[in-house]
């Protein structure tokens, strides 16, 4: 998966902005204002891409023990976060599935007037 594509797809998720709230190199893509995924541009441009996505605790667990590209999360809880390198031999289609957990995930979290207010945007 190349930059642009991990750019446009976190931004097809409905409802969601991007920040650079830590500096000018982190990435942040947030929906109703929670982080569900984070890369640093630096990394990308050194072709050491990486992504720090949200996940199920019990499910961080397998998918780490499975994928030697998925770590605990840099810099992050790592209970709830992975950090997915993106220059090894995930398939493009499952890191597009891990994004929409992390997505899945934060959007269950907020509160249902915020809910109905982002399922209510157009896309």
Known sequence: MNLETFYEYCLSKKGTTEHFPFDED??????????FALSSLSQWEKNEPSVNL????????ELRAEYEEIKPGFH???VHWNTI???GNLPAKFVKELID???ELVFKSLTKKIQNEIIELEN
Do not use: I
Not at 26 to 35: C, E, I, S
Not at 54 to 61: F, L, N, V
């Open 26 to 35: 982190t990435l942040v893509f947030k929906v109703g204002g929670k982080m």
């Open 85 to 87: 390198a993106l220059n």
């Open 101 to 103: 957990h992390s997505y």
């Open 54 to 61: 949200k996940c199920d605790p019990e499910r961080a667990q």
């Open 76 to 78: 992050m809880s790592k």
